[in-house]
């Protein structure tokens, strides 16, 4: 939609070449957003394989935090990619306390630590991970 009302999280990563998103809407208004990354998108962070997908950047208007959207979201998202794709992940600040309780309730596993941000600078790859 064009919508000009809502936040620039709700738009960033459109403009970055995401193809999909879930949204949730409580009471007839849009709550949240998150966007998912699939192969061959290259995130700032994750290189993606074939089979796979990132979701990531979140975000909840602030009239609505605080009632679970965040995880609800995070749920529906992870279900539908798992319908489509093989694996999925997430990069979490390990700072943001709500998001990492969030995936660990819906049951995603740490499987790695990145000491440094990469947002411009080399990707990740999980593949590389595994190996060391």
């Avoid at 998202?77 to 390990?94: C, H, I, K």
């Avoid at 630590?113 to 990707?123: E, F, L, Q, S, T």
């Amino acid at each position: 939609e064009k919508r000009t009302d809502l936040p620039n999280e709700f738009w960033r990563d459109k403009l970055n070449g995401a193809l999909h998103c879930a949204t949730l809407e409580l009471d007839g208004e849009i709550a949240s957003v998150l966007w998912i990354y699939d192969y061959p998108a290259e995130r700032p962070i994750i290189v993606l394989e074939p089979g796979e997908a990132e979701l990531t950047t979140t975000y909840t208007l602030v009239k609505f935090r605080g009632r679970g959207l965040y995880r609800a979201l995070l749920w529906f998202a992870t279900e539908w990619q798992l319908r489509e794709r093989s694996r999925l992940f997430m990069v979490v600040d390990s700072h943001n306390q709500t998001p990492m309780k969030a995936v660990h309730q819906v049951g995603y596993h740490e499987f790695g630590v990145i000491r440094r941000r990469a947002i411009r600078g080399p990707k990740f790859s999980i593949a590389k991970m595994k190996a060391v």
